[in-house]
Every structure is written in structure tokens, then in C-alpha cells.
């Protein structure tokens, strides 16, 4: 419950979707016997628009109740999404009350989530919000270090040094 929602924000590039995955396998492989759903935001905002067209608005909401873990990539984009928003704090409230872990991710954290309710802001900020912040130094040239050893390639140690001080904030360039 201490870290229910999990919120983690940072940067673009910084592994957010990366880590999100990540807690999605491993909870995949610890807790067999529940839900599990992985959405990007722009597809949970799909699914509730086509919903609503087509008047089963309350089969999707069904649906969600199943869930029991889930993990909501980029939820900046629920910005200007007033509908959207509204049933999106139904769905939150009720895995919330059920005890059902949310973890988000954003690009900024949750005070500073533009045209999103203040009321989904507070509750987003309620479990545990974690900062990914850029790599330091050593940081950078240990990844650099394991992807060449992953594809058995090999750079010099001063030219990795040189690509490691000077592209210091986004882990994928």
C-alpha cells in the first residue's frame, strides 16, 4: 500500500517504459494468478473514446475490474482529456479501494502535470514518487560497457569516455 500508486517521472530517455516493463515481468513471474495490463496512455484513451461511441462504456469498466496490476505508460498525455480524465478517476478510485497496484509513468511529476485535474494530481502523488534522474558519469560508461559487451563489440575505453561525458542526458542516445 506504501507504494500504491507508484508514480515515476523523468526525462525523455531516462527507461521510464523501460523499468514499467520490467515491473511488469517481474510481477508476471511472482504472481501468476493475477491481471496484468501494460498500456501506453494514448491506447487507455483509445479504448474509453471507442467505448463511449459505441455505447459499452460500462463492459470496458468491467474490464478493468478484473485488473489487478496496472501499469499506465505516459499518463501526461491525459492532459485536455476532460471525459477521458473523469473515467480514468473512476477506474483509479476503485483499483485504489480494491487494493489493486497502479503504477504511472510521465515525463514531469505529478504537481506538474498540465490540464489534468487537481484531484487525479493528488491522488497520483498519494504512494510513492520516484525522480529518474539523469546518469552520472560511471553510470553512463557502465551502460555503454554492457551493451558492447552484449553484442560482443568492442570500442576503445577513451573513445567510450569521450561519448560518456559528453551526451549526458538521455540513456538512449
Not at 471507442?50 to 469498466?61: D, E, V
Not at 497496484?101 to 510513492?128: C, W, Y
Given at each position: 500500500?506504501?507504494?500504491n500508486p507508484l508514480f515515476i517521472?523523468?526525462?525523455?530517455?531516462?527507461?521510464?517504459?523501460?523499468?514499467?516493463?520490467?515491473?511488469?515481468?517481474?510481477?508476471?513471474?511472482?504472481?501468476?494468478?493475477?491481471?496484468?495490463?501494460?498500456?501506453?496512455?494514448?491506447?487507455?484513451i483509445d479504448h474509453i473514446v471507442?467505448?463511449?461511441?459505441?455505447?459499452?462504456?460500462?463492459?470496458?469498466?468491467?474490464?478493468?475490474?478484473?485488473?489487478?496490476?496496472l501499469l499506465l505508460d505516459d499518463?501526461?498525455?491525459?492532459?485536455?482529456?476532460?471525459?477521458?480524465?473523469?473515467?480514468?478517476?473512476?477506474?483509479?478510485?476503485?483499483?485504489?479501494?480494491?487494493?489493486?497496484?497502479?503504477?504511472?509513468?510521465?515525463?514531469?511529476?505529478?504537481?506538474?502535470?498540465?490540464?489534468?485535474?487537481?484531484?487525479?494530481?493528488?491522488?497520483?502523488?498519494?504512494?510513492?514518487?520516484?525522480?529518474?534522474?539523469?546518469?552520472?558519469?560511471?553510470?553512463?560508461?557502465?551502460?555503454?560497457?554492457?551493451?558492447?559487451?552484449?553484442?560482443?563489440?568492442?570500442?576503445?575505453?577513451?573513445?567510450?569516455?569521450?561519448?560518456?561525458?559528453?551526451?549526458?542526458?538521455?540513456?538512449?542516445?
Open positions: 500500500q506504501v507504494y517521472y523523468g526525462h525523455v530517455g531516462l527507461g521510464k517504459t523501460h523499468l514499467l516493463n520490467a515491473i511488469g515481468n517481474y510481477a508476471s513471474k511472482h504472481h501468476i494468478n493475477q491481471k496484468i495490463l501494460f498500456l501506453p496512455t494514448t491506447q487507455l471507442l467505448a463511449i461511441r459505441k455505447n459499452k462504456l460500462p463492459s470496458l469498466l468491467s474490464e478493468f475490474k478484473k485488473i489487478d496490476i499518463i501526461q498525455f491525459l492532459g485536455d482529456k476532460d471525459k477521458t480524465q473523469e473515467i480514468f478517476m473512476n477506474i483509479f478510485n476503485e483499483m485504489q479501494n480494491a487494493g489493486k497496484q497502479i503504477v504511472l509513468t510521465s515525463d514531469r511529476a505529478p504537481r506538474e502535470l498540465n490540464n489534468i485535474e487537481a484531484r487525479l494530481k493528488s491522488r497520483f502523488g498519494l504512494g510513492l514518487v520516484c525522480d529518474i534522474s539523469e546518469p552520472d558519469y560511471e553510470t553512463r560508461l557502465a551502460i555503454l560497457q554492457s551493451k558492447l559487451a552484449i553484442k560482443g563489440e568492442y570500442i576503445d575505453a577513451e573513445f567510450l569516455s569521450i561519448i560518456a561525458k559528453n551526451i549526458t542526458s538521455n540513456v538512449r542516445e
